[in-house]
């Protein structure tokens, strides 16, 4: 784990502060939008490179462990985000979209980070990582006009152009440059020592223009960070308990049962922070919960993470 990746949290906090600080230029402000998008596909098209949607098929030689993952990401997970959406952000209408947006797309990258620290089975979590990838592309749009289309704030024109941006035309980049690249093993394994990290440089660059464009609402809305963050504690703590009984109950050995656990409950922040700048751009508060949600996830990923350290410890001294 880099010194970038620990400082995570860290630094999505300093971009949203510098933000709204240079924000408060008008000039800055004014133009501050137009980065976003660009800064977000980059950060997309770096991201996509790095994942093999090729070895998709991998995923199925555990069926098991990819059954129950597909049921726990796509089918109860929604379910969930739901259910909690109606009971606390009923009244608020773009935190709604934003918690649906956040909870319904599994992580494509830190999940892996945290299965390792957690000595949980590192090659089983990234053979299902293309699937989740491919799914949430698939169902996210279905996702959010299933569960926030009554609402009134989507729009389906909106959505599909903003899938077409900032996911389409970065996956079909990567797909582009990795067969372009797929003859130079040596370059292309150097070339992604090299990039790791920029895909967290670019996200915190366009979360700086979002809050150098809208901070002011952020800054009059301080009090709806409490109600966004209820939910947000809730969802973890829940599925945390569902996925440590439903990989009991499956049999999973301690290393699956973590992979099981960090994969049901790591969110793609990232990506849903992309959808919402561009598909709802009149919306900031969307973004928000966005912004709000890894700042949440990467410290309680981190305490799971030595909750199950413990569990396996306990387990070895009985």
């Known amino acids: 784990m880099s010194l970038i990746e620990k400082l995570y949290s860290f630094i999505i906090f300093i971009s949203v502060i510098v933000g709204i600080g240079i924000g408060?230029?008008?000039?800055?402000?004014?133009?501050?939008?137009?980065?976003?998008v660009p800064l977000l596909v980059i950060m997309l098209y770096i991201t996509f490179l790095q994942i093999p949607i090729a070895d998709i098929k991998s995923s199925f030689k555990n069926l098991r462990f990819?059954?129950?993952?597909?049921?726990?990401?796509?089918?109860?997970?929604?379910?969930?985000?739901?259910i909690l959406a109606i009971l606390f952000l009923s009244g608020?209408?773009?935190?709604?979209?934003?918690?649906?947006?956040?909870?319904?797309?599994?992580?494509t990258d830190w999940y892996l980070i945290f299965t390792g620290i957690a000595k949980g089975n590192v090659a089983l979590s990234a053979a299902i990582l293309p699937l989740n990838l491919v799914l949430q592309i698939v169902l996210l749009p279905i996702y959010l006009l299933v569960f926030g289309g009554t609402i009134g704030v989507i729009r389906l024109s909106d959505l599909i152009e903003s899938v077409l941006i900032v996911l389409l035309i970065p996956l079909g980049l990567s797909f582009l440059t990795k067969y372009l690249l797929?003859?130079?093993r040596q370059f292309k394994e150097k070339l992604y020592s090299y990039i790791g990290a920029l895909p967290i440089i670019f996200l915190s660059l366009a979360i700086v223009a979002m809050f150098a464009a809208q901070g002011q609402i952020l800054?009059?809305?301080?009090?709806?960070?409490?109600?966004?963050?209820?939910?947000?504690?809730?969802?973890?703590i829940i599925n945390f308990v569902i996925s440590q009984k439903v990989g009991g109950l499956m049999k999973f050995n301690y290393q699956d049962k973590v992979s099981f656990s960090?994969?049901?409950?790591?969110?793609?922040?990232?990506?849903?922070?992309?959808?919402?700048?561009t598909a709802f751009p009149e919306e900031p508060l969307i973004a928000l919960t966005l912004v709000i949600g890894p700042l949440l996830e990467l410290p309680i990923l981190t305490m799971i993470t030595q909750m199950l350290l413990l569990?396996?410890?306990r387990t070895i001294v009985k």
């Open 24 to 36: 408060q230029f008008e000039t800055v402000r004014g133009s501050a939008e137009f980065f976003i």
């Open 66 to 82: 990819t059954s129950w993952t597909i049921i726990m990401n796509f089918v109860w997970t929604p379910i969930l985000a739901w």
């Open 92 to 107: 608020h209408p773009a935190l709604w979209i934003g918690f649906i947006m956040l909870m319904v797309t599994p992580c």
């Open 182 to 184: 797929q003859r130079n």
């Open 219 to 236: 800054i009059d809305n301080l009090a709806l960070l409490w109600i966004i963050t209820v939910p947000i504690l809730l969802f973890f």
């Open 262 to 277: 960090m994969t049901t409950l790591a969110r793609n922040s990232p990506m849903a922070l992309a959808i919402a700048m």
């Open 311 to 313: 569990l396996k410890n």
